[in-house]
Structures are given as C-alpha cells and as structure tokens.
C-alpha cells in the first residue's frame, strides 16, 4: 500500500562573488592558477596576520540581497566558525553566525511548461563567508598523504539558505535556474559550476500523510551535485529513497540526527558521509579581529536604485509592453544578461522587440553555439542585427532573402547594404514579374492543365523556374500571379 | 562549576589535543578550579548590557579591491613540515 | 662614564652630533649582554653581527648625511613574538622552535624603517601566557635586583634586559599586563597604549581583542620617544584606529596643570603588600605637593575583571592558536610514531572487544593534529586552549563568553564615569614585588590572580604605565601604574613623567 506524500526541499547556495582579490586580502580571487601560487601570510593564517574585508565584496553581497528582498540590518558583524581541516589553515572559517548581513528576502520561481505554479520561494538568510583551500585525496587506496592547495582559501563566497519551501526537483531546479540568472544579471557571480563558483547543497524529507496523521521522515543534506541535473536527479533519488527506508524503519524526523549524504554521479546514488566527521561543535564567536559593518537605510536605497532591470521585471516588461509572448520573454531572458544585453539593443535600435525576438531565438544563438563564441564576439552585432530587421521591414529586402543576407553577415562579415549589394538583390516591378510569369506559363502547358483540373498545387515548379530566372522575384506573388493568369485563361 | 573527566575528554578532542593520563587528572582539577572562580561573574547583573566584543567602537573598515602580489611558492611553503614541490601534505584523512 | 649610562634620548642627541657612533652604542649594549646576560636570560636570541652591520650603515648615512629615522642608531630589543622576515620568531614555543615568517610585523618595519639597531629577540612566557616568564620552553629568565625572583612576564625577558642595561630600549606586547607588570617587577617604565593605538600585524595573537604592543624603557621620556615610533594607523590592521600620533616625547617634559588623580577605591581592599601601598600612597603625595588634587573612585566591577579576562583571553586564544596544526607550518609529530601509537591502540582495543571505542578512534589526520599539537604546546597554553574551548563550547557560550563580553562592558563604562571626574587613575601594578621562581608552579589560578591590577585596561581598551615607585625592604622594584581614557597617551606619559622628575628611582642601577 503506497502513502501519499510531499517532498521538502530547501538549499543552500554557495556563490563566489566577482571581486578581484580575495575577501581578506589581496591575494588573486581567480580560479586555475598554479597550486599554492595565490597565497599571502593573510590568507595562509600565518601566525600574527590580520584580514581585513575586501569593500568590493559587501558590496556585491549587498547587492545581491537587495535583489533577493532581504533585510539588510543595519549591523552586521564577522564569526568565527571553528573547526580542524587541513584546507582550513586558520583552523576557522570567518563567516558570520547570528547577525548576517541579510535575511527574510524571497525571489519568485515559475515553469513555462506548467509543471508547477508561480510561487514565491523564501530566503532565510544570505551571509559572507571566505572559502576554505583544497585538498587533493588518494582516491584510489586512500593510502598516500593528500595534497593541500591553499589558492582557493579566503576567496569570498555568499551563502544563501533558501526557506524549504520547494516540493520537487523541477521546482528546486527552476530556483538554481532563476539564482543563477539573477546573479549573473546583477553581475555579483558568474556562477561557473565547473569552477566552483556555484555550489549547492540540499536539504529533503519527506512529508507523509498516514492514516495516523502527518508524519515526517528525518532530514538529509546532500553534498557533492556539480550540475542542476545532479541537484534534480539526487533529490529524486534522495525522495524514493526516503520513502523505502521510511516504509521499511518507520524512521521518523527527531528520530536520528541529521544525516550527510553525497551524490555520486557515476552511480546515480546519494551515499552516506561518516557520522563521526558530521558530529560537529563549531564554537562560533565574533571574529575579534574584524570590526562590524554598519550599512544605513539610505545606503540600501541607493543600491536598490542603481540595481538595474532584474529578470523577472524585463519578462514582464516584453510581454506587457511589447508584445512577447511569455514563452518567447522566459527564453530569451532565460539565455542570462550578454543575450538580453544584445537583443534590447536589436529590438530598441530597430523598434521590433518580436522580429529581434524570433532572431536572436532563433538564427542568433544557434550561430553563436555552433561557433562556440560569446555574443560580444559575434560577427553579427546587435546594431547590425537592428539593420537586418529594419531593412526587411522597410520592404528593401524581400522576407524570403533575408537568411541570404544573414550568411554573408555571419560568414563574410558584411553589414546589411553591402550583403544585399552583393546578393542583387532589388526590388521586382509587378509588371516584369507578370511578363515573367505569362513566358512561364507559356512553356508549360501540362502544368497549366493540371492547374485548370484543379490541381494547384502543380504551380510549384514554376514558382522555383522563377526563382531561377529572377532571384528577386517574390515566390508568393509568383504563385499568385500565375494562378491568377491560369483562372482569366490567359 | 564542577567539571568532570568526561567534559575534559570531551573539549580536548574538539580543541585537537592528545592529554595524556595525568595530564587528563590535572586538567580536571585545575579546570574546575579556574571554572569555579569565573562563576563569579553569574552574581553580575547584566540585563540589558550589550556584549562587548571589541576593545573599541570602530566599524566599516574595508580594504579596496585591488590584487596586491602574492608570496612565491617556495616561500609559501618553507615552512611547512610535509610538502612536495606544489603544496603541503598531510596523512590521508580516511585513512585509519 | 660607559655609553650604556645615557637614556635613549640622550645617546639619539650625541648620535645626531655625531659625538658617538651606532657602531660604539651597540657594541658597547652587546658587551653589556655578554657580560650579563648568561645570568639572566632575557634574550632568547642576539645577532651580534647583524647588528653591528645595521649600525655601521646608519653610521654611514649619516656621515653621508642621508636623511635618517626617528631612532636612527638607537638598538632596540624585539620580544618573540613579533614576525621578523626571514628570522626566527617563536613565541617561546616549541611549536615554532624554527619557524621563519615570511614578511615583517608593521611594528618591526616601523623599526627598521626608523633605523634602530635590533639587537635580538627576547624570551617570553609562551604565545605569552604567563605573568613570569616561567612558561618559555627555552629558558627561564630571572630579574636582575634577585637572580632567584622572576622578572614577571610575559614580556619578562623585555622588561629583564632593560632593567639590566643590556639595550635602551625594548618592545614588549600586553593582552592581560604583560608590559606593566614585568616593568613593574623590573623597575623599568613599560607602556601599554590604547587598543589601536599600535599596529597587531605581525604580532603573534593571544588574545586579539585585548593585545597591544608598547614600549619598555628606563625612563618615561625613552618609552615616549620609542612609542612615537611604532604607533599610528596601519591599514593592515583593521582594529588600529585612524587617529594622528602626538609627538609625545617633545611634550613630555610640560607638567599638567589641574591634574586630577583618580584613586581606585577596591584597589586597596584585600592581598595588596604593605610595602605597596605605601609606597603607593607615597608617590600620591608626591603628585598632590605638585598641585594635583587627589580624588577617591570607585570602579564597582574591577572585582569581576580577573574572571572576566579569563573567559575572553582563552577563549580567543583557544580559536588563535588553532592554527597551530602542524600542517602549514610550526611542529608536526613523527609520522612512524604516530601510526604506530594508532595500530597499536586498533590492537588493544580489538583484543579487549572495545567496539564503541574502536568506532570512535582518531583517524590519522585528528591523531596527527592532536599528537603536534600535545608535543608543542607547553602546560599553560594547553590549559588556556581547553578553557577557551570549554567557554565557547555549545551549552556554555551564554554562561562564560557572552556573560564575560556583557561584564566587560560594565567595566568599561565604570572607567567611562571615573574618568568624567578624573584625568589620571593611579594605583599599584601588582599586589606583591617580584616572587620567587617557582613559587606558583601548579597553582594556574594563584598565578592568574596577579593580573588584577592590570586586566582592565585591556579588557576597557585604555593605556596604562607601570613606572619605578620604590622599592621593598628586600631591595625589589615597586611600580606605580597609571591609567588614562582612550588615546590620552600624552597625558598619561606626562603625568608619568611628573611624577619621575620629582624621584630618583627610576635612576637606580641593578646590582649584577
Ligand atoms: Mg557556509
Ligand atoms: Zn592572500
């Protein structure tokens, strides 16, 4: 017998903002540099150094929580959170434990496929913290002395801890999906999930409606997803997993302490993390060697002024101002901010948001993913793309040629005139295009049979014969004309 | 406050220090000695005081966010007790 | 009469004359420590060579008549625990018995940058975790008037190498007295400035929230004229404060006018010597016939500053010295021995059928941690980290950390009101003169009750100075400790000097 129940999801996002230097000290915050190349007596904790916060990043996490609608406290202050790790070289993490610098915010998630419906999804708090190094294990006997990088060490990360608020892996999905964005259209992260700059870590149970009540299994992180698809799939797995140990323990929450798990990728498994690393006593106490940071109310106001169009107000804006639909909005914002960047400009430039739309959608970033390039680097600018759609609209260059032109825009690197230029391309005069058509006809008389019998669709040939003697002329007037000519008996 | 063997065996784990037998007795004693002195502070009335973590009032100290050098590798790593030619090394962490 | 006799101030002037050479000072300092120093141990370490070298270049520029710093020749000692690039820096510990930082304390660049002459590094408690020097894993150090007593600590070998002529000068840090009360046992001058007046990077933390770097000198004028050159904002130090640094030796030598003295009522209550106080209320009436006013004060929760200072100062100190872990650097324990100490426990416990205890063994890496951390960390400092540990540790972070940063604030605002009604708070450094060594050995608390005097003005922020106020019957130095508010240095250092231009006592020489 099967027991309805509901998944609970919350996550923790790790975000490493994009400063230049690390968060307490001047050391390089960039990823891929040679190991234990980026260190300084600062971010090593060597005995008697002293951090002191990079303004950059409070800022960008300022930010950040403004776009998140958090509280921003007026007082926040620096922990230390104490525990032993070789890639810990402090022997505490400076994070902040009771005051973060943000709480109680939310941002809205929705699924274009109606999967789920518009909610909003809590954010219980976003705090600064400093990474810690990397250790390189022997993952093959375990026996040989593991390696310690400390490049990484104090680079600056924001945690955001969402409420647990999600009830499936398409909505936690969806909530990466729209942080990620977020994020990366403020600019506070590139959230590169290769690089570690986006990691995430969930918390599930399982909610069971019994019928002796409510009952909830205990909860379990899980660790160790280095995609969406890995965060999507281990809480699917994590959920049936849930519900078989519940069918076969009865195990409820407060049964058991929380547990750690780690997604493996290889098997498609979350598995449990020793239970003597977990249990932890953390210690936190202010970090008395950092001074607090007041942030004042007219401060806030003036980020939120200067934070610019976020995601959610530009979909609403295309749909409600200029005609999108809301799929065409969601996946052109969706493609985060350089695509949005450059499709404004098409779309202002030309002053046809639904032509700018269906190109960049469409030819635009199949081009750009085929050549593998960033659109700043396209050979297609958005000022020419605006020349393209403006000349279509003009009438001076025929719809039906338009792709013409867009390949030797994209592959000579022309701009709009001299593609056109080059192609002949003219407008066709309806009287030539008559005559053109009457020679047509005139050669053909088993197609003008047909025709009379009622088969129209024999008019095609004629249409690509015309196409070949003039290349301008229009293959829809074409059929027209030659219909037209076949019904007087011309 | 009393504080037992238990409590000591407890803080010296999380405090990542091996005692030894003896030291563990003495630790114990001297402990709860100093403990029972510092439970004087319970007869202070502070209600309403703010804690007071810092020795002075100063906030919003930020260093620009400007890449200054880094030391070079080999004096990053010249003192460290176990390396090879990239970084520290230390006994496996899984291993028993 | 030998260069050794001349303040600080006074061999700068015949320096700048060009009447004596560095060269000739310090020569003339490192024969005063070869001599002397086998006896009393202040210095953990002298190079004589780099010395001499150093004052012969600043001899050089000077002849060359190239502009020169602030003690342009003077030799000054460095106590461990200040990072000096590429040299030695211990702490006293065998945790770093061979530890070599890589960059400079800004204490020790401003030195260098003022061209003084660093002789060596003297001994200290170790991490500074003491109040008698007994606790350096290399030495002991003993005070000059009695080679039997303690010189105080943990600055002890800073304050002992003064007070025996061996340097003019010499830096010292205080996180709970540990300037004052070495001054005070050694009869020198030892100044704790404001939290923030000094730079802390560079200087190995005991406790952050409550160390500071200060002077020690013979007299106050010196003490002023080396403070001068190691205070001021650092950026590199977030806790330092942005306040301009007075030239405090040029006003020294102007009496305050109106000077009103608090005194500590509670201070004279239980424990305090009768040799002490005497000597005490003595220097009070000296001020009084200089036209100060003498008022009572009270300071209601100095009673609470001892317990106080050991929640914070161990508590903090449990999470500084974390770092100590034997992997980045500092002393890591003998791999072979460690494994195997474990596969020998595995065994025991096997063979005794112990599955709980087998379950919980350390793995090698918290077996490495504990056993470098065990073998470099000496008896105080182990004592200190699991009464830290245990403060903030979940159950007992209310009671003992935060209870002890809420009493901190009393105290400081009793000092906030006292000094609405007073310039100058004076009173005894310590309760008795220097003890015997050994005489507190396996009494920690004992050991932690002479502090009283001095802990709150770390725990409050505020600068202190211990300077000679007589001496006992036995012949040992009593100091006389002077408190001032926040960044009132000058004051403080010119009421010191009040006081020392009227009395000869800071002009006695140590027998040895
Ligand atoms: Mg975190
Ligand atoms: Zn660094």
């Known amino acids: 017998m099967s027991t309805p129940y509901t998944t609970i999801i919350g996550l923790e996002v790790h975000v490493q903002l994009a400063t230049q230097s690390k968060l307490f000290c001047g050391c390089p915050a960039q990823f891929g540099a040679e190991p234990n190349t980026q260190t300084c007596p600062v971010c090593m904790g060597l005995p008697g150094s002293l951090p002191v916060m990079n303004r950059a990043a409070y800022e960008l996490s300022l930010k950040t929580a403004v776009a998140l609608h958090c509280e921003i406290p007026t007082f926040t202050k620096w922990d230390r959170k104490q525990y032993f790790y070789p890639d810990l070289p402090k022997g505490y993490q400076i994070s902040q434990f009771d005051l973060p610098m943000s709480a109680n915010g939310y941002m809205k998630i929705s699924d274009d496929k109606g999967r789920f419906e518009p909610k909003k999804v809590g954010i219980t708090r976003a705090h600064l913290e400093e990474d810690a190094g990397k250790s390189i294990h022997d993952e093959v006997t375990g026996k040989a002395d593991s390696e310690i990088d400390l490049n990484r060490t104090g680079t600056p990360l924001l945690e955001i801890v969402s409420e647990p608020d999600m009830r499936s892996s398409a909505e936690a999905r969806a909530y990466l999906q729209e942080l990620k964005l977020l994020l990366t259209y403020i600019g506070v992260s590139d959230c590169n999930m290769q690089e570690g700059s986006l990691r995430v870590d969930a918390n599930v149970n399982l909610h069971l409606e019994t019928p002796v009540g409510h009952v909830a299994t205990p909860i379990v992180e899980i660790k160790n997803m280095n995609s969406f698809r890995a965060v999507q799939q281990a809480l699917d797995y994590e959920a049936k997993r849930q519900y078989r140990v519940w069918q076969e323990t009865g195990q409820k929450l407060g049964d058991s302490p929380k547990q750690t798990r780690g997604w493996d990728d290889a098997t498609g498994k979350t598995m449990a993390q020793r239970s003597k690393e977990e249990s932890s006593d953390y210690r936190y106490f202010p970090d008395p060697d950092l001074v607090p940071v007041r942030t004042t109310a007219e401060r806030v106001e003036e980020v939120r002024a200067a934070l610019g169009e976020l995601p959610a107000d530009l979909r609403t804006r295309l749909t409600a101002t200029h005609g999108l639909s809301a799929y065409d909005a969601d996946v052109l914002v969706n493609q985060g901010p350089d695509i949005v960047k450059y499709f404004l400009l098409a779309a202002e430039t030309s002053g046809d948001y639904k032509g700018a739309c269906n190109w960049v959608t469409q030819d635009i970033l199949r081009s750009v993913k085929e050549q593998d390039v960033a659109i700043d680097q396209f050979a297609v600018s958005a000022l020419q793309l605006a020349a393209l759609i403006t000349a279509i609209n003009d009438g001076q260059l025929p719809k039906p040629r338009a792709k013409e032109v867009f390949e030797l825009m994209l592959v000579d690197r022309m701009d709009v005139a001299a593609a056109i230029n080059t192609l002949g391309i003219e407008q066709v005069d309806e009287s030539a295009l008559v005559t053109l058509c009457q020679d047509l006809l005139r050669a053909n008389p088993k197609i003008v049979a047909d025709v009379q019998n009622g088969k129209h669709q024999a008019i095609g040939p004629l249409v690509g014969q015309a196409k070949k003697k003039n290349p301008n002329a229009d293959p829809g007037r074409v059929r027209e004309i030659c219909l037209e000519l076949v019904a007087r008996g011309e | 406050m009393a504080i037992t063997r238990a409590d000591v065996e407890k803080v010296a784990l999380l405090a990542r220090l091996q005692l030894t037998d003896g030291e563990l007795k003495m630790m114990t004693t001297d402990l709860s000695q100093i403990v029972t002195y510092v439970d004087l502070l319970a007869e202070v009335d502070t209600e309403g005081v703010e804690p007071m973590a810092h020795a002075v009032e100063v906030s919003n100290v930020f260093a620009e966010d400007e890449v200054r050098p880094s030391l070079p590798r080999e004096q990053a790593l010249a003192n460290a007790p176990g390396r090879n030619e990239r970084g520290y090394l230390v006994p496996p962490v899984l291993g028993g | ?512």
Not at chain 3, 56 to 85: E, F, M, N, T
Not at chain 3, 97 to 116: E, G, H, M, Q
Not at chain 3, 234 to 248: E, K
Request: aromatic share 6%; glycine share 8%.
């Open chain 3, 1 to 512: 009469m030998s260069l050794i006799n001349s303040t600080a101030t006074e061999a700068l002037d015949l320096l700048a004359k060009g009447q004596i050479t560095s060269v000739a000072l310090t020569s003339a300092y490192l024969q005063r420590i070869a001599d002397t120093d086998d006896q009393i141990g202040a210095f953990l370490r002298v190079d004589a060579d780099a010395a001499l070298a150093r004052a012969a270049q600043i001899d050089q520029r000077r002849q060359a008549k190239q502009p020169l710093g602030k003690l342009a020749g003077l030799p000054v000692a460095v106590k461990d625990v200040l990072c000096d690039s590429q040299t030695q820096t211990t702490c006293g510990s065998q945790m770093l018995a061979s530890y070599r930082p890589p960059y400079d304390a800004t204490v020790v660049a401003r030195l260098k940058s003022a061209d003084a002459v660093l002789l060596g590094r003297t001994n200290m408690d170790e991490f500074a975790m003491g109040g008698s020097t007994e606790n350096s894993a290399f030495q002991l150090t003993r005070n000059p008037w009695d080679l039997n007593r303690t010189p105080g600590g943990s600055s002890g070998g800073a304050a002992a190498c003064v007070a025996a002529g061996m340097t003019p000068l010499s830096i010292g840090s205080d996180t709970g007295g540990s300037i004052r009360q070495p001054a005070g046992l050694c009869g020198v001058v030892g100044l704790k400035p404001t939290y923030g007046r000094v730079s802390r990077y560079g200087l190995v933390a005991f406790a952050s929230s409550l160390d500071q770097v200060g002077p020690l000198a013979a007299n106050t004028t010196d003490a002023a004229l080396l403070l001068e050159a190691i205070a001021g904002h650092d950026t590199q130090d977030a806790t330092s404060l942005d306040a301009p640094v007075p030239r405090f030796s040029a006003e020294i030598d102007r009496p305050l006018t109106g000077l009103r003295i608090g005194v500590v009522r509670e201070h004279f209550t239980t424990g305090l010597d009768g040799e002490i106080e005497h000597a005490v209320r003595r220097a009070l009436d000296v001020y009084q016939s200089q036209g100060a006013t003498i008022k009572e004060i009270s300071l209601p929760h100095s009673k609470y500053a001892v317990a106080t200072y050991y929640v914070i100062a161990p508590s903090e100190a449990s999470s500084n010295l974390a770092r100590y872990d034997g992997v980045h650097y500092g002393h890591r324990t003998d791999r072979a021995e460690l494994l195997d100490e474990l596969a020998t426990e595995q065994k025991e416990l096997e063979s005794a059928g112990d599955r709980e205890a087998l379950k919980n063994i350390d793995n090698g890496l918290v077996r490495m941690y504990r056993r470098s951390r065990a073998e470099g960390f000496g008896p105080e400092v182990k004592r200190r980290i699991m009464l830290g540990a245990y403060a903030l540790s979940a159950g007992y972070y209310d009671a003992y950390y935060l209870k002890g940063l809420k009493v901190r604030r009393l105290i400081r605002q009793d000092f906030d009101a006292a000094f609405q009604q007073v310039d100058l708070i004076a009173g005894p450094v310590t309760a008795q003169a220097a003890f015997k060594l050994g005489e507190m050995a396996g009494d920690p608390l004992a050991m932690y009750l002479v502090d009283l005097y001095t802990v709150s003005a770390n725990l409050a922020g505020l600068p202190g100075i211990s300077l000679p106020c007589g001496f006992t019957q036995s012949g040992l130095p009593i100091g006389l400790q002077l408190q001032a508010p926040p960044l009132a240095e000058d004051t403080l250092l010119r009421g010191a000097r009040m006081y020392e231009q009227a009395t000869e006592w800071h002009k006695k020489k140590v027998p040895i």
